[in-house]
């Protein structure tokens, strides 16, 4: 007899309304609104979220939130985590796409002994994250690993 696993089916819902020439605001629920533009290379007016900017932002901010559940299951002493992302936006085959994404999160652990449960756990986050499951470019993790050090007795 095989044993099924029932998974949830989650929805998210967006709403998105022209606002003027290349502008639009994009909602969600009871979110903060957005103002949404194309970038300047591709005749946008700067200065606005694009859909290229939440991209990226996408899989770095669901890179830190899968890396900090896996940290709380592991009871792993984080400090702090902070990360950059850049995303290579290519024409392949004669339309854009991004190739690649780059994360370089900076982890600090209170120490020593936690720096490689971080780093597994970093691996963990980058397997499981959600959204860099979900799409094409390939995600790369480059992470730095830090240790807080005590503040020195002064004195001494």
């Known amino acids: 007899m095989e044993i099924k696993t029932a998974f949830k089916v989650f929805h998210y819902d967006t709403q998105l309304e022209w606002t003027h020439e290349r502008e639009g605001e994009l909602s969600s629920g009871d979110k903060p609104p957005l103002a949404v533009a194309p970038p300047p290379e591709f005749k946008g007016p700067g200065g606005l979220w694009t859909p290229e900017d939440m991209f990226v932002a ?35 085959g004669g339309k854009f ?8 999160p900076t982890v600090t652990v209170a120490n020593p002994a936690d720096v ?4 597994a756990t970093l691996q963990d986050a980058e397997a499981h994250c959600l959204i860099s499951n979900s799409i094409k470019a390939t995600v790369h993790l480059k992470p730095t690993i830090l240790v807080l050090q005590p503040e020195s007795v002064e004195g001494n």
């Open 97 to 104: 796409q991004f190739t690649q994404i780059e994360i370089s």
């Open 58 to 92: 996408a899989v770095d901010a669901c890179t830190m939130t899968t890396f900090l559940a896996f940290a709380v299951k592991k009871q792993l002493s984080l400090v702090s985590y902070e990360s950059s992302a850049r995303g290579t936006l290519e024409n392949v």
């Open 116 to 119: 490689s449960r971080a780093e």
